[in-house]
């Protein structure tokens, strides 16, 4: 009976020195790492890419966005999971990156012992949150429950302000006037009992719809 086949995983981090770090745990587990990346072109482009069994990418490759690279690979490798290892533990970026089409998301601030079980849990279908991603995110739920006392117009509002919009923009987006769309800005804070524009901005981008 032959034995199973080693897992085999590409790295997608612009430091060398986590990229030794995580090759070193990944071999000691008994995974094998095929090939590392420090950009988005050399991810795409490496030979490795068509045997990988899975990508671990960091959302910050130097000036590229890794989420550029999470979309591409879910649209054209839809069967490659991708588990994504940054150092952002905000709900924000976790729901972005699951958005984009993440299998998982392991946050930096994690001990390696965790990397090999979501590696595996990613392969298996399972959708991974770190514990740290996972209090994250439950606590930005927690926070978007209260979201439900905002009208239909109100939470598009919110959430076009989540996405950095301005009241201009914001404006032209749902066909209304700036003063129309400030107006629905006070309300908003006065049912999520904030104090002024910044917290709502705040909360907006840390807690999105």
Same mark, same amino acid.
């Given at each position: 009976?032959?034995?199973?086949?080693?897992?085999?995983?590409? +790295?997608?981090?612009?430091?060398?020195?986590?990229?030794?770090? !995580?090759?070193?745990?990944?071999?000691?587990?008994?995974?094998?790492?095929?090939?590392?990346?420090?950009?988005?072109?050399?991810?795409?482009?490496?030979?490795?890419?068509? @045997?990988?069994?899975?990508?671990?990418?960091? !959302?910050?490759?130097?000036? &590229?966005?890794?989420?550029?690279?999470?979309?591409?690979?879910?649209?054209?490798?839809?069967?490659?999971?991708?588990?994504?290892?940054?150092?952002? &533990?905000?709900?924000?970026?976790?729901?972005?990156?699951?958005?984009?089409?993440?299998?998982?998301?392991?946050?930096?601030?994690?001990?390696?012992?965790?990397?090999?079980?979501?590696?595996?849990?990613?392969?298996?279908?399972?959708?991974?949150? @770190?514990?740290? #991603?996972?209090?994250?995110?439950?606590?930005?739920?927690?926070?978007?429950?209260?979201?439900?006392?905002?009208?239909?117009? &109100?939470?598009?509002?919110?959430?076009?302000?989540?996405?950095?919009?301005?009241?201009?923009? +914001?404006?032209?987006?749902?066909?209304?006037?700036?003063?129309?769309?400030?107006?629905?800005?006070?309300?908003?804070? +006065?049912?999520?009992?904030? #104090?002024?524009?910044?917290?709502?901005?705040?909360? #907006?981008? #840390?807690?999105?719809?």
């Amino acid at each position: 009976m032959s034995e199973p086949r080693t897992i085999r995983v590409l +790295i997608v981090e612009d430091h060398p020195v986590v990229r030794l770090g !995580l090759r070193h745990v990944m071999e000691r587990e008994g995974l094998e790492v095929c090939a590392e990346a420090g950009s988005i072109e050399a991810a795409l482009r490496g030979p490795a890419l068509a @045997s990988a069994d899975l990508v671990t990418i960091d !959302l910050s490759l130097g000036g &590229e966005d890794g989420l550029d690279l999470v979309r591409r690979l879910t649209r054209d490798r839809p069967q490659l999971p991708v588990l994504v290892y940054s150092m952002f &533990e905000d709900a924000a970026h976790i729901d972005r990156a699951l958005r984009a089409g993440a299998k998982g998301y392991l946050t930096k601030g994690e001990t390696f012992e965790v990397l090999a079980g979501a590696i595996r849990a990613c392969l298996a279908g399972i959708r991974y949150l @770190s514990p740290i #991603a996972e209090r994250s995110w439950i606590a930005s739920a927690e926070a978007r429950k209260g979201l439900e006392v905002l009208s239909a117009q &109100e939470q598009q509002v919110y959430a076009l302000l989540g996405q950095g919009l301005s009241t201009a923009d +914001i404006a032209e987006e749902i066909e209304v006037s700036p003063r129309t769309v400030e107006s629905y800005f006070a309300r908003i804070q +006065i049912k999520l009992g904030l #104090a002024g524009m910044k917290e709502l901005r705040q909360q #907006a981008i #840390a807690n999105p719809i």
